[in-house]
């Protein structure tokens, strides 16, 4: 069992920026960042595979940007001009043997708990 635990959340007004990062107990070799608006589904934002295999969809990748972190076993997010629609819970997700360039839900094992980021003036 991969344990996952989120950091870096919170509020920011519209046009900021927020760091989010993600550690885990042991090192994964794919990692992701998730968002869940209320009442939807969660949608992949991010995925990193290795060191700087990267994936974004299409319509965040100008202001998203994944990397690994310090240790080998954080990975971060770096969200530029944050918008309100950006408001949402985000997770980490994280694949500890597989190479996981994805964005779908179903294909990564480990789940952090959500941590809220609010964009509003």
């Known amino acids: 069992q991969v344990l996952l635990v989120e950091t870096g959340g919170g509020s920011v007004q519209p046009g900021g920026s927020l760091t989010l990062s993600c550690v885990a107990s042991e090192f994964c070799k794919s990692m992701a960042w998730f968002r869940q608006f209320p009442g939807k589904e969660r949608e992949g934002v991010a995925a990193?595979?290795?060191?700087?295999?990267?994936l974004y969809p299409n319509h965040l990748m100008d202001r998203f940007a994944i990397s690994r972190g310090n240790a080998t076993n954080e990975m971060v997010l770096q969200v530029n001009n944050l918008k309100p629609e950006d408001t949402a819970v985000y997770f980490c997700?994280?694949?500890?043997?597989?190479?996981?360039?994805?964005?779908?839900?179903?294909?990564?094992?480990?789940w952090g708990q959500g941590i809220q980021v609010t964009v509003s003036s």
């Open positions: 990193l595979v290795g060191v700087s295999g990267t």
């Open positions: 997700a994280a694949n500890r043997d597989r190479a996981s360039y994805s964005l779908q839900r179903d294909s990564w094992s480990y």
